[in-house]
T-cell receptor, first 111, second 113 residues
Framework: TQLLEQSPQFLSIQEGENLTVYCNSS?????LQWYRQEPGEGPVLLVT?????EVKKLKRLTFQFGDARKDSSLHITAAQPGDTGLYLC???????????FGGGTRVLVKP | DSGVTQTPKHLITATGQRVTLRCSPR?????VYWYQQSLDQGLQFLIQ???????AKGNILERFSAQQFPDLHSELNLSSLELGDSALYFC????????????FGEGSRLTVL
């Protein structure tokens, strides 16, 4: 069974601060996705990373896939209250037909 | 709007009862995935169907079953309900062999009293 561990579980910061969320596993994933979930809604995809060492930027969000494709990080610069939500990483195995989700990191950005 | 429709949005029932959750995938998607999310937890994969056939199975209890119909909608049946089954149940469509992205419905919140 492939397991993904996210850290921290909860993060509370002030508007304008930076934050980093980590997603780690002992397994290799063919790709890794990051989702954000807001209360009362389903998760929404933010990004997919496929290549080891890959870095993707989405406005103030920077995603990195580890060289060995076992870990990933999400960095948010100058966080806004609108960034508040549950951030989930999800890894796809070799077959690619099943995503394994991490436990999530709940981020609270206070104005 | 993800294009994935789930009903009902909320359901309250008693222990020992049986419920059915329904999902209509995005137009054109052949895969349906079911996930369970307990309070403030991540998503636990239950089961996947592709074009009517079971494709992958996760930690789905024997009391739970699912199927996908010819029109591609899917139902998740939960029986002999226990207090611990209270959770959000999400349906998603998409995945491979498309882009790999999953499109989630808004979920069905099940409360077992």
């Amino acid at each position: 069974t492939q397991l993904l561990e996210q850290s921290p579980q909860f993060l509370s910061i002030q508007e304008g601060e930076n934050l980093t969320v980590y997603c780690n596993s002992s397994s290799v994933f063919s790709s890794l996705q990051w989702y954000r979930q807001e209360p009362g809604e389903g998760p929404v995809l933010l990004v997919t990373v496929v290549t080891g060492g890959e870095v993707k930027k989405l406005k103030r969000l920077t995603f990195q896939f580890g060289d060995a494709r076992k870990d990933s990080s999400l960095h948010i610069t100058a966080a806004q209250p609108g960034d508040t939500g549950l951030y989930l990483c999800a890894g796809a195995g070799a077959a690619g037909n099943k995503l394994t989700f991490g436990g999530g990191t709940r981020v609270l950005v206070k104005p | 709007d993800s294009g994935v429709t789930q009903t009902p949005k909320h359901l309250i029932t008693a222990t020992g009862q049986r419920v059915t959750l329904r999902c209509s995938p995005r137009s054109g998607d052949l895969s349906v995935y079911w996930y369970q999310q307990s309070l403030d937890q991540g998503l636990q994969f239950l089961i996947q169907y592709y074009n009517g056939e079971e494709r992958a199975k996760g930690n789905i209890l024997e009391r739970f079953s699912a199927q996908q119909f010819p029109d591609l909608h899917s139902e998740l049946n939960l029986s002999s309900l226990e207090l611990g089954d209270s959770a959000l149940y999400f349906c998603a469509s998409g995945g491979l062999p498309n882009t790999g992205e999953l499109f989630f419905g808004e979920g069905s919140r099940l409360t077992v009293l």
